[in-house]
């Protein structure tokens, strides 16, 4: 009977220290597996650098006219003179994604965006003379020059639409950020927008 009785203790021992064994060996492969998931993650997001998410290019002629009296005397012809500048511009959107802030929760697995950067819109001008004509009697000026080309540029930067292009550069910022977001799904992380900034129900 003692025997019986020292077989089951044994034998009850015996799958104890095997599910016990099993139990911790599970646990182990979990938290390395959750150590992994969480490097993999938060290195992707430390590799980002400040990127130009977009650019665009405008383009226009600006014609001015003067009209002046000769020699600035009443009652004496009047001439006229003009200039036909061509005006380029390019602005371009940027964010400095290391100023972004995810928070990785890897007890919950969720991937949150705490913080977007503002985008910063920059936007280049230049300005080209392509036609000129005025009379002996009636030249344009270095300050007339300096006038007409620095209007030409102000025009130029007032053709670009920056909320549109903001709402354009948010949704190529998206494009550019959907490797991580594609990554944390494909390693079960919910991706949580605090910001809502993005639509992710389409991840």
Known sequence: MNYIKQIIGFTLGVILTLLLVYFFRNIGKNDDQVSTDYYVLTNQISKMNKMVVIEQDFSNLQKTKITNQLFGIKGLPSSEKEIVIFTKAKAQVTYDLKKMKIEVDSTDKKLIIKEIPNADIKIFTDA???SLDDSFFDRFSEEDFKR???????NAEKTVDQ????NEGR??????LNDIFVLAKALKYEVVDDTNTFDLSKL
């Open 163 to 166: 909320t549109k292009l903001r």
């Open 171 to 176: 949704k190529q910022l998206l494009q550019n």
């Open 148 to 154: 007409i080309t620095n209007n030409a540029r102000k």
């Open 128 to 130: 080209e003379i392509t």
